[in-house]
């Protein structure tokens, strides 16, 4: 299979491979801890978002379940977030997850929705996967309401099923079949 095209381009987004001089952009929000606390990985100082970028690099061409494609995403020319898209099971691949990043100030202006969006339409169209999924703490209410906006359904609340941040947390996973999707979804 052929790597995605990229960059993809929305009505208002543009998402690409991440930069070295994307650092600050990216670190003004993963060092934030009101942004980091519904995320699988602690707040971030700038060396961490340095190592994390820097994985970026080489995820833009996903093949096999378990690669990773992850895009920095663009609104007038400045990055206001990151998205992701995993391959899981089949062979080839046939479902992948989806997970984004944003910076707060770009709240409510429907720019993660366009993204996901997006990442959504690559799972299903260049990826030709049957199932897309996202996990996330059943506290973000924000990133459950994006799921529900895709088009998703919760499908499971899993108690107390992994260990992060020194606690054991709670798990939502939201869900959407191919023959779900209505299409990407924009300004």
């Given amino acids: 299979m052929t790597g995605p095209p990229l960059p993809l381009r929305t009505a208002r987004l543009v998402l690409r491979t991440a930069e070295t001089g994307d650092l600050d952009a990216v670190h003004s929000y993963w060092g934030d801890p009101e942004v980091t606390r519904y995320l699988p990985f602690d707040t971030l100082d700038r060396a961490g978002s340095l190592a994390r970028l ?32 995993r391959l899981k099971t089949g062979e ?4 992948a ?23 959504a339409a690559l ?48 798990t939502m996973i939201f869900g959407m079949l191919r023959e779900e999707w209505s299409g990407p979804r924009g300004s």
């Fill in 54 to 85: 820097g994985r970026y690099f080489g995820s833009t061409d996903p093949q096999a379940a378990g690669d990773a494609l992850f895009l920095v995403v663009e609104h007038e020319g400045r990055i206001v977030g990151d998205v992701m898209l």
């Fill in 123 to 170: 799972a299903f169209g260049h990826y030709a996967c049957h199932r897309v999924e996202a996990q996330l703490d059943p506290h973000n209410d924000r990133s459950a309401a994006l799921c529900r906006r895709l088009g998703m359904q919760q499908e499971a609340h899993l108690r107390l099923d992994w260990f992060g941040k020194g606690e054991w947390g709670d």
């Fill in 92 to 95: 080839p691949p046939s479902v």
């Fill in 97 to 119: 997850e989806l997970g984004w990043v944003f910076h707060p100030s770009v709240a409510g202006q429907g720019l993660a929705t366009e993204a996901a969006s997006a990442m």
